[in-house]
């Protein structure tokens, strides 16, 4: 990948992160965050997205027509947040008519622990599917994170055997996954195998503004409409029942 792109400190863009019911948004003003929220979704995120926005815009003095772009979770992730912030995020960008990224959540949760060599390994906890999972890494400072291994739902123990060693694990975990780590782990002390695993916790808000530099690094910014979901498995919906006469 070629050199980062020159961003313009005039511009303000704005990420949005609703993979799961611990959300975030972020205000950047060229690589400085001038404002975030993070926080844990009470009631519905329909409601609550759009008055932690106006929140974060009056805390950063910006007004929505200062909002040059839009980066959001695209998923994988809890199917009513991923769908509400997309929706909103689309709204957004072609009410102010700038453009907007879908950017993954597992590549937004490894970039805040990548550095140049190092294997990061995001997860995230489906319930009985299994763990989410992918792995990645960084070429050069300032890039995106490159995929090692693309995402996947498996058992704990699969997830564990299956990634990169050593690597740096980050993101939602289940007692299953942190078992299967410790076994892994204590079965390898005495090698160069998973020995060198290290596990880091994301701080709160840092997927919304990780989500704004990687679109800008892959230059991922377009038409909104363009923007999808991305799922790992269908999303469980219930058939509507037929009323009753």
């Given at each position: 990948?070629?050199?980062?792109?020159?961003?313009?400190?005039?511009?303000?863009?704005?990420?949005?992160?609703?993979?799961?019911?611990?959300?975030?948004?972020?205000?950047?003003?060229?690589?400085?965050?001038?404002?975030?929220?993070?926080?844990?979704?009470?009631?519905?995120?329909?409601?609550?997205?759009?008055?932690h926005l106006d929140a974060l815009l009056v805390e950063a003095g910006v007004t929505r027509q200062q909002i040059a772009s839009i980066a959001v979770t695209n998923g994988p992730g809890t199917y009513g947040a991923v769908r509400t912030g997309l929706a909103t995020a689309q709204g957004l960008a072609?009410?102010?008519?700038?453009?907007?990224?879908?950017?993954?959540?597992?590549?937004?949760?490894?970039?805040?622990?990548?550095?140049?060599?190092?294997?990061?390994?995001?997860?995230?906890?489906?319930?009985?599917?299994?763990?989410?999972?992918?792995?990645?890494?960084?070429?050069?400072?300032?890039?995106?994170?490159?995929?090692?291994?693309?995402?996947?739902?498996?058992a704990a123990e699969d997830v564990v055997r299956l990634a990169p060693s050593p690597a740096t694990w980050c993101g939602e975990t289940n007692e299953a996954l942190r078992d299967a780590?410790?076994?892994?782990?204590?079965?390898?002390?005495?090698?160069?195998?998973?020995?060198?695993?290290?596990?880091?916790?994301s701080p709160p808000g840092g997927r919304a503004a990780a989500l704004v530099r990687i679109a800008r690094a892959r230059q991922a910014y377009g038409d909104p409409a363009l923007v999808d979901a991305f799922y790992l498995r269908p999303p469980s919906i219930t058939r509507a029942k037929p009323r009753e006469a």
């Open positions: 990948m070629g050199s980062a792109r020159v961003v313009s400190l005039d511009r303000i863009d704005l990420g949005i992160d609703t993979a799961a019911d611990d959300a975030s948004l972020a205000l950047l003003r060229g690589d400085e965050v001038i404002a975030q929220h993070a926080w844990h979704v009470d009631s519905t995120m329909s409601k609550e997205l759009l008055a072609l009410a102010l008519d700038v453009p907007l990224a879908g950017i993954g959540r597992f590549e937004a949760d490894a970039a805040l622990h990548l550095e140049p060599g190092r294997v990061v390994v995001a997860t995230h906890d489906t319930g009985r599917a299994g763990i989410a999972w992918a792995a990645y890494t960084q070429d050069a400072p300032g890039e995106a994170p490159r995929c090692l291994v693309e995402p996947d739902i498996a780590l410790t076994a892994a782990r204590a079965a390898s002390q005495d090698s160069a195998g998973r020995s060198g695993d290290t596990d880091a916790a």
